[in-house]
Each structure stands twice: as C-alpha cells, then as structure tokens.
C-alpha cells in the first residue's frame, strides 16, 4: 500500500498537466463509490452514514490523472493529452441555492488545484459551470490556465442526440413541437438556437419570464414560431420532443402533458426526471455525452466509477470539451457561458472533437441502451 | 454536580452551564490532556536539540502548551468541575510513543511532523470549533488558544517547507510513515463512537454522544480535524491526490 501511495505522490510531481477537469458526484452512491476506490479493494467500505459525514469536509482536489487519446495518428503513435480530475465534493444533498456561496468556494478551490497543477485549460462539469457561469472573474487569478464551461460540446451532442434518436424512431424533426425546459440557461438557449430553426414549433420553459422573452425575441427575429412559459401547463400545444436542460438540484421535474411517444432528452447533470415522472410510451435518453473512441486511461483506476455509463469511455460533453481543445492544443476559453453558443460555434466544436474521435456516445437511458450498440453488449458481457 | 457561580459567568450563562458541565468537563479534560502531551513533546524535543536556539525554541512552546493546559484547568473551576487529565490514557499514550519513536531517531523532522502538522492539526479545528459554540470565558479561551495553535503550525511549516524542498520524495514517504502511526490512532480517538471500550480520558460515560447538547457532534470535530490536516499538508505541497487517499484509507 505504501508503495501505491509513494507511486501516486511521484507520479502528480512528474506528469505536465495539459487538461483538468472540475465536476463533483450527483448521488451518494456515485460518492461513495468514488471513495470505496480511493480506500482500496482491502478495507471494508465506508458505511454511508459516515461518507455523508466525511465528504462534506473533504477540500476540493485532484483525485485522479486522466490520460486521452487522440485517434489522429503522430510519428510517435496516437496523439494524446494528460490531464487530471478534480473533484469539488460538493455534497450531492447541497446542491440547492441555500449552499451557493459555499459551492461557489468549492469550485474557486477547485479551480486553484488546476491552477497550481498547471492545466493549461479547465472544463466546469455539472454544477461547477452553473456556479460560476459569466462570472469568471470569481475565479481565482489565472496566469496560463483558461477555463470553459464545456456547454457548447454539451449542446452539440444533445442536438445530435436528438437528431439521432429521430432518425432511430421514424420522425420527421422538421414536423415536430419542440419542448426546452431550462431553455434560458446556456445549453438551453444553445439547443434552442440549434434546433428552432429546423423544427415546426418551439415551446421555451424557464423560471425568469424575462429572459424567456428575450430568448424568444432573438429566435423570433429569424422567424421562428415561439412560445414561452414559466409553467410547463400553460403551452397551447404538447410537444413530441422534449429536451430537459433545467438546473436542478436533484431529479424532480415532473413533464405532465407531453404527446404520446415523445421524444425526450434528460441533459441535467444531476438528471432533470423525477423517478416518478410517468413516461408513459415516450422514449427518454440521457444527452449530452459523448464517447472517446481514441480510449481513455484512469490512475488510479476510476474507470466505471467517475464515468458511470453502460459504454465504456463515455464522458458528459463539459467534460469531453476540455479534453478536445487540449488534444487540438486550443487552449482557450471556447464556452464562456451565458448563452453565448450559436450554430456555428456548436459546429466548430464538433469539428475539433470528431477530429480527435470524440462523438456522440451511444444512447441509453435509466433502463440501458435505447439503440443496438454491439460495444455496449461486448462492455457488459465482460462483467 | 453542583450549581455552579463564578464571578466571571452571568446568569443566564451559569443556567446553561450548570447542566452541561459534565460535557464540558470532558471537553476541557481531552483538551487538557493534550497540551500536555504536547508539552511533555516539546520537553522531549528541546533535550534532543543541539543549537541552542533550536532548545530556546523548544522549551518556550513546553512553556506555552503548559499555559494552556493551566488556562484549560482554570476554564474548569470558573464552572465548578474538576478538569483531569491523563497523558497514559490508551489513545493519547500511543501518541506519545510515536513522538518518542521520532526522538529515539533524533529526528527533529519528523517530531515536528507529528506535533506540528498531525496533533496541532487536530487541535486548532477541534479548539475552533469548541470556540464556535462555547459560552463565555470558556468559548474565548479555546478560540484563542487555537489562534496561538495555528501561529505554532505557521512556524513550524517554514522549517517543513525548506525540509521538503531538498527531497520531496524522501520527505512525503516519511510524513506517509507518520501518518500510517499517529493519524490511525487520532482517527480511533475521533471515531464517532468509542466502540473499543473507554477512552480512559472521559470523567463517566464517553462524552461523543452528549456533544449534540451543547451543539457538537464527533462527527463534525473528526471532519474538522482531517480537513485541517489535509490543508495542512496542501500547503506543504505535498499532491492532494495522495494525501486524499492517505485520510480515506484510516479507520472509523
């Protein structure tokens, strides 16, 4: 054990950092797994009561190094870039606006870690980029460290999702009633300038009625047929594609009137579903992930625990961001957040990413795969 | 126990009190045991030394742990109990043996390893967060003593600091060393539950599930605590993926 724990230590000294990636758990079971690994297979795992206990008070920091690789070929083999998860151990129980100010530390200490690592760019997974969205000046003073938010590879694969799992049902998308629930946030306005143009109608959900109304003058402009509300009751029409891109702090969103056999995309990090919302004959998947086909490597071994997919190498797309422009060597801000993603830029970042062999993951969904995925099979197969 | 007056404790203080003195008691009776100890450390340390500078150095912080331990007593009297101590309780014993190990091998760096970054640590959250939520006199007292603590540690890191920088490695291995001896037993002392019989500091009963009546619990003093020693050992330098793993791999 001791040598393991010396390894670690020597290997955080050697390793140039290109990457960090910032996220937190979105359940206690994904935290305690997360812990049980770093406890090693030799001792029993903690029981919950004390994980609840201890990771409040764990200060953010690197858990693991994170190796990808690029499928563009060097004279030295596969390009790849070496990075490093940071973990911000914001509770998963506090991630409503009663903890903001505490969560907000949590991140800038996060952000320190990767400063002091010396990544050259930082992805904001989950919460992290909510917290600090267009105010990243809150973050601790940076000298060669840029830091992106990661959404405008988030809305790129949300919106190939979305395109996909059409396909994949027989629907015409341009025939469609599109539904965004979280619509002024910055995957939710992202999608929206993606997706209304190709659509028959758009419906736009969000809390702030104002922002509502300026989202939907935008896409206006460009005559689209828009409708707001802040209650998911009020539109006049049911919608057959529904994208769930709501900041919640734990899955509680309860869609009511949808069409029958809606199209539904849950890209909330935590989920945006209540377990008890009734889907009945709509077919849900989780957006916004994409797959490394070029492979990725943990060390510690983390592979299945921080990325809990039922495909292997599968990443949420802010995550995914930050590694693209890494193995691209853009190391620039691209997602600065507050609704700043346009077609173009979504088109850009799929470009850098697919050039690297990032793409859309599979798609699947609480229940497994919603589509046929011989790796997936291959992936559970081996246990 | 006695109602309890002091001079120095209003009424509605002295009500408060009366009842949870007994929690207080053993409160000031762990605190107490370990200036102490940290004292007898720094005594143990100061005859180890060669330059006397280094001895001047050392006494002077026995001198200081000794005032805090008398500060402690005194806190004790102003609410009418008798605060003990015991530096061969089980616990506390184990962490004088590692610190003895440490000058048996005259190593100056690691005594102030397990004095200044793993028991002080341990005091200077556990005496803030006391200081949170003690009345009075009793509250000022373990805030400013864990004030003093931390100026202790401050020393102490710079002397850490320059150590680490001539051989990080050499110098992680050893704090990892000292860690495995001495944060495994604080880590049994900050356990939620004493399930391995009584702590031998503790006046009665294990004090840990009477902490929640005067707005503490174990759990939180035990995060505290790991909380502080992993900042601690952050500004060292040494990587926060290790020492992560060092404090979820102790015991609970």
Known sequence: MGDSVAGLATLARTIDVDFALIGHQESWRAAADVLAVLRGPERTPLPDDEIKDILPWIPPRAVCHVDVRSIVRTKSGGAKARGIYIDSFIPPDRLEAAYVHENIARVRSAAACAIKAGAKIVSLGGFSSILIEGNFDQLPERHDTVFTTGNTLTVAFIVQGIKKMCALE??????????????????????ARCLAPIVRRVLLSARNVERLRKLAAELEADGIQVEIATDLQQFSAEA???????????????????????????????????????????????????????????APDFHGILNRHPFPDVVH?????????????????????????????????????????????????ADGPVEDAPHCQMECSRG | MEPLTSVNCSAIECTSLSTSAPIWQDILAQAMTGELLAAMNYTSLSEMCEDPAEIADALEHSECERGHAAAFAAEGRKIGVDVANNVDAKHWKRLREAF???????????????????????????????????PGSLGKTFARIAAEEEDHVDHAMSILRAERARDAQRFDDKVYRLHLDVMTTLAQMLAKECTDGHCEVCHASCVKPSLFDVSLSAAELRGASLQQYLKTLDILGIPGEATLTWVTQLPV
């Open chain 1, 170 to 191: 027989g629907r015409n998308l341009s025939r469609s009633t599109l539904l965004i629930v979280g619509a002024t946030g910055d995957v939710g306005s992202g999608c």
């Open chain 2, 100 to 134: 003895l190990r440490c000058i048996a091998e005259r190593d100056f760096i690691g005594c102030l390893i397990v004095q200044e970054i793993m028991l002080e640590s341990f005091a200077v959250a556990s005496y803030s967060r006391v200081g949170k939520v003690a």
């Open chain 1, 317 to 365: 797309g802010c995550l995914l961001e930050g590694m693209a422009l890494a193995l691209e060597g853009r190391f620039e801000p691209f997602s600065q957040g507050r609704g700043s993603i346009t077609q173009e830029r979504v088109d850009e970042m799929e470009t850098i990413a697919s050039r690297h062999g990032i793409y859309l993951a599979p798609l699947y969904n």
């Open chain 1, 240 to 298: 057959d594609v529904v994208i769930c891109a709501a900041s919640l702090a734990s899955p509680s969103l309860l869609l009511g009137r949808i069409a029958p056999h809606a199209i539904v995309c849950d890209a909330g990090y935590p989920k945006n579903l209540s377990p008890s919302a009734e889907m009945l004959g709509a077919t849900v998947f989780f957006g916004g992930l994409g797959q490394v086909t070029g492979g990725m490597r943990f």
